[in-house]
C-alpha cells in the first residue's frame, strides 16, 4: 500500500473525471465531508466561471469543460441569471434568460443552451455548482450602478421549482444560492428557492450559498434544513488573509455541516482592486487552498480573476482584467489545484481532522502560518514559506514513521526518510525559504513489524 501511495506521488497528476455511477452527492456521516451514494468519498475542487452560460458558445464551454477536466477540477461554479448584466445583456446566442423579465417565464433558447452545457460538462465528468441567479437579484449592494431586483418569495419559490423539475434528472448538479450577497434581510426569498428547488428534483441535489467577500454562509443559515453544506468566501483584499480561521470558526458551529472556502483570491486579480498594490499569483491560491483543507474544508474553489468573466479584448474589463480567458486557464495556479487534488485523495479523506497539536512552535507572522491536518496512520503539514519546523511526533499510529516533502508547484515528492514516532523532531524543508517555497510535510505510519 505504501509503495502504491509513494508511486501516486511521484508521478505527475493524471486527471480524473467524476464517476457518478457512484450515486449522487450526500453529506457523510460525521458531518464534514461529501460522499457518493455507495460511500465513495467525493473532492470539491471547483472553478470560478461565473459567465459561462451568459458569455460562451457551446462549442467554447466544451473547450472550457476539457481543459478543467485535464487539469482535475471536479466543480464548475456558474450563473443562471448573470451578474454583468446577465438579464438585458444576451447570451452568445442572442438569448436573454427570461421572457419579459420575469423569473416564471423562462426563456426557452437561453435554457436550450444551459442545457446543452450542463449535458457537455457531465460528459467531461464534470458537476456545475449551479447559481439560480446572481445576489444582484435578490439583494441590491452600494456600489452597484443600477440595480435589477426581481425576485419575491413567491416567484422565488416558482422560479426554484421550474429548475428542480428541469434538472431533476442531471446527476451532475449542485445547487448554490446566493451570488456574492449576504442573506440578511431577504432569508424569506432565499429560503422559498431552496424548497422550490428541492420540491422540483425531490430533493436530490445538495444545496449550499454562496456570501459576500469575508463572510460565510454559516453566519446567518447555519441552523437553515435546507442548508446541506456551508460556503464562505474569504475573497480578494490581501496577500497572506487566513482562511483558515473562518473555516475553523465554520468547523466548531453545532450543527456541524461541512464547510470551504468557494472564492478566495484569485489568480491574477489586482490585490484589493489596486493593480498598484500589485497582482495575486499562484503562490497567492497555494496558500489558501492548503490553509482552509488543512484547517478542515472537505474542499475548495479556485478563481482566475480573467475566467471568471469570459474576458476577452472585445469585452470592457471588469476590475482592471488583464488576461484573455483562454490564455489564462493554463495559468500555473490552475494547473497545481489538481495536484491539491492529488494529495488529498491520496490517503483516505473521511477521517482526517485539523491538528494543530502537531506543530510545537507557530510563527508570529501570517505569511509563515503552518497548518496541519492528519488521520490515524497520516499527517499533512503545509509550510508555507519553506522554514524549518518543529513537530510533535506521536500523533498518528506506528512506532516509526515515514517522512516525505511534497512540492505543491509540481506534485512531485521526495523521500525524507523514516524517523522514530516519538518527541520533538525538527524538519527542514529544501529549498531556500521564502514566499513561494512552500511545502507539504507528509508523515506516514510504518507498520510495525
Known amino acids: 500500500m505504501y509503495i502504491l501511495l509513494a508511486l501516486l506521488l511521484l508521478c505527475p497528476f493524471v486527471s480524473s473525471a467524476v464517476d457518478f455511477s457512484h450515486g449522487d452527492l450526500k453529506v457523510s456521516p460525521n458531518h464534514r465531508y461529501l460522499i457518493h451514494a455507495d460511500g465513495t468519498p467525493f473532492f470539491y475542487l471547483g472553478d470560478t466561471a461565473w459567465e459561462l452560460f451568459h458569455r460562451l458558445k457551446r462549442e467554447e464551454a466544451e473547450q472550457y469543460f476539457e481543459n478543467r477536466r485535464q487539469k482535475g477540477f471536479t466543480v464548475i461554479q456558474a450563473v443562471i441569471l448573470a451578474e454583468l448584466d446577465g438579464l438585458n445583456y444576451p447570451n452568445a446566442a442572442g438569448w436573454r434568460p427570461l421572457t419579459y423579465g420575469d423569473p416564471t417565464i423562462p426563456n426557452r433558447g437561453y435554457f436550450a443552451d444551459v442545457d446543452a452545457m450542463v449535458k457537455s460538462a457531465e460528459k467531461a465528468g464534470l458537476y456545475i455548482g449551479m447559481l439560480p441567479t446572481w445576489g444582484d437579484k435578490v439583494k441590491s449592494a452600494p456600489w452597484e450602478k443600477?440595480?435589477?431586483?426581481?425576485?419575491?418569495?413567491?416567484?422565488?419559490?416558482?422560479?426554484?421549482?421550474?429548475?428542480?423539475?428541469?434538472?431533476?434528472?442531471?446527476p451532475n448538479i449542485i445547487w448554490i444560492l446566493g451570488g456574492d450577497r449576504s442573506p440578511?434581510?431577504?432569508?424569506?426569498?432565499?429560503?422559498?428557492?431552496a424548497a422550490g428547488l428541492k420540491e422540483g428534483d425531490g430533493g436530490r441535489h445538495l444545496v449550499t450559498y454562496h456570501p459576500g467577500g469575508g463572510s460565510s454562509s454559516a453566519d446567518l443559515l447555519n441552523k437553515e434544513p435546507w442548508l446541506d453544506f456551508n460556503m464562505l468566501q474569504s475573497g480578494h483584499k490581501k496577500r497572506n488573509l487566513r482562511n483558515d480561521l473562518m473555516i475553523q470558526k465554520d468547523y466548531n458551529l453545532t450543527p456541524v455541516k461541512p464547510t470551504m472556502d468557494g472564492e478566495a483570491r484569485y489568480e491574477n486579480h489586482p490585490i484589493n482592486w489596486k493593480p498598484e498594490n500589485g497582482w495575486f499569483d499562484d503562490f497567492d491560491v497555494r496558500q489558501a487552498a492548503y490553509w482552509a483543507l488543512f484547517a478542515g474544508a472537505h474542499g475548495h474553489t479556485y478563481g482566475c480573476h480573467d475566467v471568471w468573466q469570459m474576458k476577452t479584448a472585445e469585452r470592457e474589463p471588469v476590475s482592471f482584467a488583464r488576461g484573455d480567458w483562454k490564455t489564462s486557464l493554463d495559468l500555473p495556479g490552475a494547473r497545481q489545484m489538481g495536484y491539491v487534488r492529488q494529495l488529498m485523495e491520496s490517503r483516505p479523506m473521511l477521517t482526517r481532522v485539523p491538528d494543530q497539536s502537531l506543530i510545537i512552535t507557530q510563527p508570529a507572522s501570517d505569511e509563515d502560518h503552518i497548518q496541519a491536518t492528519r488521520s490515524d496512520n497520516y499527517a499533512f503539514v503545509y509550510i508555507p514559506t519553506g522554514k524549518p519546523v518543529s513537530i510533535q511526533m506521536g500523533?498518528?499510529?506506528?512506532?516509526?514513521?515515514?517522512?516525505?516533502?511534497?512540492?505543491?508547484?509540481?506534485?512531485?515528492?521526495q523521500e525524507a526518510g523514516r524517523i522514530a514516532n516519538k518527541g520533538p523532531h525538527h524538519f527542514t524543508p529544501p529549498g531556500k525559504p521564502g514566499r513561494g517555497n512552500d511545502w507539504v510535510l507528509v508523515l506516514d505510519s510504518v507498520p510495525n513489524q
Do not use: C
Open 184 to 193: 440578511e434581510d431577504v432569508e424569506d426569498i432565499w429560503r422559498e428557492m
Open 146 to 170: 443600477k440595480p435589477d431586483v426581481r425576485f419575491t418569495p413567491k416567484n422565488a419559490h416558482t422560479y426554484g421549482k421550474i429548475l428542480g423539475e428541469r434538472y431533476k434528472d442531471a
Open 395 to 413: 500523533k498518528i499510529q506506528g512506532d516509526k514513521v515515514k517522512a516525505s516533502w511534497f512540492d505543491p508547484r509540481t506534485g512531485k515528492t
